[in-house]
């Protein structure tokens, strides 16, 4: 058993009751998002935002609210990327896609719903009791910015207008560090703000994001080139059929591999710098760079 196994129980246990019942004229958004959330996911930025907690020392338990406030993001994202004017795919998670159960109109919608929740999650004076109201601005700050224009949204929108014929490495750089670094960034800087960690480990915590983000990148692109779909739920070859600019377009498997591996042992070398203990987060590591969905 992985050792984070125990932190992705205790979450989904706090998860499943974290969206609220919605007013009986819009169950079918309920029902959407629902869908959504409880497809399987791996909740890997939930997991390092409580490892984070854990590896500094403090209870797990109050910051709940905060690695489920990501995964409604996560999710969000997941879903608006999925939709006919963005990837338009039909799977997802080896289930069909949200558009292709509730329709686009309520999918665009169920996005949008988990964007504003999460929110209202990180501001209810009743989930967040534990935490300073300047700890919490921290929190709201952070990741604003990284779901936003300096994060997700603007790496996707980077991503869109990519062209693999006359992209190079450094608009890739640009799109991944954003689209995917920024969130797994922002899991594990809540942590540390949570926790209340000095700005030295807060500041290595950021750099092991965005290797971490880097790595997680790379081997996703592997994964659409040579995964198992069975184990990835969706299609392979997706990429290279969109014509999307990725590493191993970019600089071919072999050299893609490499360079996971590489921001592997970097993203390490910032873990074991922030001085935090590394039982949990250390093996995350280790299953991003050998995942194999
Ligand atoms: C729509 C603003 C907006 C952004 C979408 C997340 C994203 C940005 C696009 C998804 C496309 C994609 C496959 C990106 C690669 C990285 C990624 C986020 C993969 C999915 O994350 P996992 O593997 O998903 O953690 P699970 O299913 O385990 O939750």
């Known amino acids: ?67 489920a406030a990501v995964e409604f993001i996560h999710t969000y994202s997941l879903i608006h990327d999925d939709l006919p004017c963005m990837d338009d795919d039909d799977l997802r998670r080896g289930k069909p896609t949200n558009h292709k159960v509730y329709g686009e109109d309520i999918a665009l919608l ?79 800087e809540i942590g540390g703000l949570l926790a209340g960690l000095p700005e030295d480990k807060l500041g290595h915590l950021v750099l092991f994001g965005h290797r971490l983000g880097q790595c997680f990148q790379i081997q996703d692109d592997i994964l659409d080139l040579t995964g198992d779909e069975a184990q990835i739920g969706k299609p392979v070859g997706s990429d290279q059929r969109n014509k999307k600019l990725t590493y191993p377009s970019l600089s071919g498997l072999e050299a893609s591999k490499k360079l996971a591996e590489q921001a592997y042992h970097q993203a390490v070398t910032h873990l ?20 194999d969905h």
């Open 1 to 67: 058993m992985n050792p984070f196994e125990p932190l992705k129980k205790s979450f989904e246990t706090y998860f499943e009751q974290a969206f609220p019942a919605l007013a009986p004229q819009i169950t079918g958004l309920e029902e959407s998002v629902r869908y959504s959330l409880m497809a399987g996911g791996k909740r890997l930025r939930p997991i390092l935002l409580l490892a984070v907690i854990k590896a500094a020392g403090k209870p797990t338990g109050p910051a709940m609210p905060f690695a």
């Open 272 to 291: 074991e710098a922030s001085g935090l203990k590394t039982d949990e987060l250390k093996p995350l590591a280790d299953f991003i760079l050998k995942r």
């Open 110 to 188: 169920a996005g949008d719903s988990l964007l504003s929740e999460a929110f209202v999650l990180l501001s209810d004076p009743k989930r967040t009791e534990d935490y300073t109201p300047a700890t919490l601005l921290k929190v709201v700050h952070c990741l604003s910015l990284k779901a936003g224009n300096q994060g997700m949204v603007a790496g996707q929108a980077a991503d869109i207008k990519a062209d693999q014929s006359t992209g190079d490495l450094e608009l890739l750089e640009y799109i991944h560090h954003h689209k995917t670094g920024q969130l797994i960034t922002a899991a594990l």
